[in-house]
T-cell receptor, first 117, second 116 residues
Protein backbone atom coordinates (compact mmCIF):
# COMPACT_ATOMS: atom_id res chain seq x y z
CA UNK A 1 0.00 0.00 0.00
CA UNK A 2 1.39 3.37 -0.98
CA UNK A 3 -0.40 5.48 1.62
CA UNK A 4 -3.30 7.91 1.42
CA UNK A 5 -4.01 9.17 -2.10
CA UNK A 6 -5.84 12.35 -2.96
CA UNK A 7 -7.10 13.56 -6.30
CA UNK A 8 -6.81 16.08 -7.82
CA UNK A 9 -3.74 17.62 -6.29
CA UNK A 10 -4.67 21.05 -7.55
CA UNK A 11 -8.00 22.53 -8.60
CA UNK A 12 -8.67 26.04 -9.85
CA UNK A 13 -12.29 26.98 -10.22
CA UNK A 14 -14.49 30.00 -10.58
CA UNK A 15 -16.69 31.21 -7.78
CA UNK A 16 -20.05 29.48 -7.83
CA UNK A 17 -18.82 26.25 -9.39
CA UNK A 18 -18.99 22.87 -7.67
CA UNK A 19 -15.84 20.86 -6.97
CA UNK A 20 -15.28 17.33 -5.76
CA UNK A 21 -12.20 15.82 -4.16
CA UNK A 22 -11.48 12.14 -3.78
CA UNK A 23 -9.52 10.35 -1.09
CA UNK A 24 -8.33 6.76 -1.14
CA UNK A 25 -7.20 5.75 2.35
CA UNK A 26 -4.81 3.00 3.36
CA UNK A 27 -6.75 -0.15 2.62
CA UNK A 28 -6.86 -1.65 6.10
CA UNK A 29 -7.82 1.65 7.75
CA UNK A 30 -11.46 1.91 8.78
CA UNK A 31 -11.35 5.57 9.88
CA UNK A 32 -11.17 8.46 7.46
CA UNK A 33 -10.87 12.16 8.21
CA UNK A 34 -11.10 15.38 6.21
CA UNK A 35 -9.22 18.46 7.33
CA UNK A 36 -8.82 21.92 5.82
CA UNK A 37 -5.61 23.94 6.01
CA UNK A 38 -5.29 27.59 5.07
CA UNK A 39 -2.04 29.47 4.67
CA UNK A 40 -0.16 29.90 7.91
CA UNK A 41 -2.59 27.79 9.90
CA UNK A 42 -2.69 24.28 11.21
CA UNK A 43 -5.11 21.75 9.78
CA UNK A 44 -8.70 22.15 10.99
CA UNK A 45 -10.97 19.14 11.42
CA UNK A 46 -13.95 18.96 9.07
CA UNK A 47 -15.47 15.50 9.34
CA UNK A 48 -14.81 11.87 10.21
CA UNK A 49 -16.02 8.48 9.00
CA UNK A 50 -15.82 5.10 10.60
CA UNK A 51 -16.33 2.65 7.78
CA UNK A 52 -19.23 4.16 5.78
CA UNK A 53 -20.80 6.04 8.68
CA UNK A 54 -20.16 9.75 9.02
CA UNK A 55 -19.88 10.06 12.79
CA UNK A 56 -18.75 13.60 13.36
CA UNK A 57 -18.94 16.94 11.55
CA UNK A 58 -17.30 20.19 12.51
CA UNK A 59 -19.18 23.48 12.60
CA UNK A 60 -16.77 24.49 9.84
CA UNK A 61 -18.61 22.15 7.50
CA UNK A 62 -21.31 24.42 6.11
CA UNK A 63 -24.29 23.04 4.22
CA UNK A 64 -22.41 23.68 0.96
CA UNK A 65 -20.01 20.91 1.94
CA UNK A 66 -20.90 17.25 1.76
CA UNK A 67 -18.75 14.19 2.31
CA UNK A 68 -19.47 10.58 1.57
CA UNK A 69 -17.80 7.25 1.99
CA UNK A 70 -20.29 4.96 0.28
CA UNK A 71 -18.65 1.59 0.68
CA UNK A 72 -16.36 2.32 3.55
CA UNK A 73 -13.37 2.61 1.25
CA UNK A 74 -12.72 5.82 -0.72
CA UNK A 75 -14.35 9.11 0.23
CA UNK A 76 -15.43 12.22 -1.64
CA UNK A 77 -15.71 15.77 -0.42
CA UNK A 78 -17.92 18.02 -2.51
CA UNK A 79 -18.14 21.78 -2.22
CA UNK A 80 -21.12 23.37 -3.91
CA UNK A 81 -21.31 27.00 -5.03
CA UNK A 82 -17.69 27.63 -4.13
CA UNK A 83 -16.67 30.92 -2.56
CA UNK A 84 -13.26 32.57 -2.46
CA UNK A 85 -13.06 31.75 1.24
CA UNK A 86 -13.09 28.06 0.36
CA UNK A 87 -9.59 28.39 -1.10
CA UNK A 88 -7.44 26.08 1.00
CA UNK A 89 -5.65 22.76 1.09
CA UNK A 90 -8.04 19.90 1.77
CA UNK A 91 -6.31 17.07 3.58
CA UNK A 92 -7.50 13.54 3.96
CA UNK A 93 -6.19 11.20 6.62
CA UNK A 94 -6.89 7.64 7.64
CA UNK A 95 -6.26 5.48 10.66
CA UNK A 96 -7.15 2.17 12.23
CA UNK A 97 -8.15 1.94 15.86
CA UNK A 98 -7.65 -1.82 15.65
CA UNK A 99 -4.02 -1.48 14.78
CA UNK A 100 -3.02 0.96 17.49
CA UNK A 101 -3.80 1.42 21.12
CA UNK A 102 -5.18 4.64 22.44
CA UNK A 103 -5.56 7.54 20.11
CA UNK A 104 -5.16 6.96 16.44
CA UNK A 105 -2.09 7.90 14.55
CA UNK A 106 -3.40 9.61 11.45
CA UNK A 107 -1.67 9.06 8.14
CA UNK A 108 -2.22 12.07 5.89
CA UNK A 109 -2.38 12.37 2.15
CA UNK A 110 -0.57 15.09 0.22
CA UNK A 111 -3.73 17.18 0.00
CA UNK A 112 -5.86 18.77 -2.69
CA UNK A 113 -5.24 22.48 -3.12
CA UNK A 114 -8.30 24.47 -4.11
CA UNK A 115 -8.10 27.96 -5.57
CA UNK A 116 -11.39 29.78 -6.11
CA UNK A 117 -11.15 32.77 -8.43
CA UNK B 1 -12.10 23.38 25.47
CA UNK B 2 -9.09 21.94 23.76
CA UNK B 3 -6.40 24.28 22.52
CA UNK B 4 -2.84 23.98 21.30
CA UNK B 5 -0.55 26.99 21.26
CA UNK B 6 2.71 27.18 19.38
CA UNK B 7 3.93 30.64 20.24
CA UNK B 8 6.93 30.56 17.90
CA UNK B 9 5.76 31.37 14.39
CA UNK B 10 9.17 31.15 12.73
CA UNK B 11 12.61 30.06 13.84
CA UNK B 12 15.82 30.39 11.84
CA UNK B 13 18.99 28.57 12.80
CA UNK B 14 22.27 27.65 11.22
CA UNK B 15 23.14 24.02 10.63
CA UNK B 16 24.38 22.12 13.68
CA UNK B 17 22.60 24.40 16.10
CA UNK B 18 20.16 22.87 18.55
CA UNK B 19 16.61 24.19 18.38
CA UNK B 20 13.58 23.73 20.63
CA UNK B 21 10.01 24.11 19.40
CA UNK B 22 7.51 24.95 22.10
CA UNK B 23 4.02 23.56 22.50
CA UNK B 24 1.51 24.40 25.23
CA UNK B 25 -1.86 22.69 25.37
CA UNK B 26 -5.15 23.06 27.20
CA UNK B 27 -7.57 20.27 27.98
CA UNK B 28 -10.01 19.34 30.72
CA UNK B 29 -9.55 15.62 30.20
CA UNK B 30 -7.24 13.49 32.26
CA UNK B 31 -6.70 11.11 29.36
CA UNK B 32 -5.37 12.71 26.22
CA UNK B 33 -2.72 12.28 23.56
CA UNK B 34 -0.15 14.66 22.20
CA UNK B 35 1.46 14.49 18.80
CA UNK B 36 4.07 16.18 16.68
CA UNK B 37 3.83 16.22 12.90
CA UNK B 38 6.27 17.58 10.34
CA UNK B 39 5.10 19.24 7.12
CA UNK B 40 7.97 19.61 4.64
CA UNK B 41 7.67 21.86 1.58
CA UNK B 42 6.09 18.98 -0.34
CA UNK B 43 3.06 19.44 1.91
CA UNK B 44 2.40 15.96 3.28
CA UNK B 45 2.11 15.80 7.07
CA UNK B 46 4.50 13.25 8.53
CA UNK B 47 3.89 11.71 11.94
CA UNK B 48 6.80 12.07 14.37
CA UNK B 49 5.58 11.05 17.81
CA UNK B 50 2.53 10.28 19.95
CA UNK B 51 2.55 10.51 23.73
CA UNK B 52 -0.30 9.72 26.13
CA UNK B 53 -1.05 11.76 29.21
CA UNK B 54 0.03 9.03 31.60
CA UNK B 55 3.51 8.73 30.22
CA UNK B 56 5.69 11.66 31.17
CA UNK B 57 8.93 10.00 30.24
CA UNK B 58 10.98 12.03 27.85
CA UNK B 59 11.76 10.36 24.58
CA UNK B 60 14.76 10.49 22.30
CA UNK B 61 14.87 9.29 18.73
CA UNK B 62 18.13 10.04 17.00
CA UNK B 63 18.52 13.82 16.84
CA UNK B 64 14.95 14.36 18.03
CA UNK B 65 13.84 14.53 21.64
CA UNK B 66 10.60 15.42 23.34
CA UNK B 67 10.02 16.85 26.80
CA UNK B 68 6.51 16.32 28.22
CA UNK B 69 5.66 18.22 31.40
CA UNK B 70 2.08 17.94 32.67
CA UNK B 71 2.75 20.52 35.37
CA UNK B 72 3.22 23.20 32.74
CA UNK B 73 1.01 21.58 30.07
CA UNK B 74 3.89 21.57 27.65
CA UNK B 75 5.21 19.11 25.10
CA UNK B 76 8.36 20.62 23.64
CA UNK B 77 10.38 19.23 20.75
CA UNK B 78 14.15 19.59 20.44
CA UNK B 79 16.22 18.94 17.35
CA UNK B 80 19.89 18.47 18.12
CA UNK B 81 22.53 19.39 15.54
CA UNK B 82 19.94 20.65 13.06
CA UNK B 83 20.32 19.95 9.37
CA UNK B 84 18.98 21.69 6.27
CA UNK B 85 16.59 18.76 5.72
CA UNK B 86 14.91 19.63 9.02
CA UNK B 87 13.48 22.77 7.39
CA UNK B 88 9.73 22.37 7.56
CA UNK B 89 6.63 23.43 9.43
CA UNK B 90 6.19 21.52 12.66
CA UNK B 91 2.78 21.04 14.23
CA UNK B 92 1.89 20.02 17.73
CA UNK B 93 -1.54 18.39 18.11
CA UNK B 94 -3.85 17.13 20.84
CA UNK B 95 -6.63 14.57 20.94
CA UNK B 96 -8.86 13.60 23.81
CA UNK B 97 -9.92 10.04 24.53
CA UNK B 98 -13.64 9.61 24.39
CA UNK B 99 -14.15 12.07 21.56
CA UNK B 100 -15.73 10.31 18.63
CA UNK B 101 -12.96 9.69 16.19
CA UNK B 102 -10.44 11.39 18.46
CA UNK B 103 -9.91 14.09 15.87
CA UNK B 104 -6.68 16.01 16.24
CA UNK B 105 -6.61 19.65 17.26
CA UNK B 106 -3.54 21.28 15.75
CA UNK B 107 -1.56 24.32 16.74
CA UNK B 108 -0.74 26.92 14.11
CA UNK B 109 2.68 25.47 13.53
CA UNK B 110 6.26 26.66 13.77
CA UNK B 111 8.22 27.19 10.57
CA UNK B 112 11.80 26.07 11.03
CA UNK B 113 14.41 27.26 8.57
CA UNK B 114 17.85 25.71 8.78
CA UNK B 115 20.54 27.34 6.68
CA UNK B 116 23.91 25.90 5.75
Amino acid sequence: DTGVSQDPRHKITKRGQNVTFRCDPISEHNRLYWYRQTLGQGPEFLTYFQNEAQLEKSRLLSDRFSAERPKGSFSTLEIQRTEQGDSAMYLCASSSRRLSSGANVLTFGAGSRLTVL
Amino acid sequence: AQKVTQAQTEISVVEKEDVTLDCVYETRDTTYYLFWYKQPPSGELVFLIRRNSFDEQNEISGRYSWNFQKSTSSFNFTITASQVVDSAVYFCALSEEGQAGTALIFGKGTTLSVSS
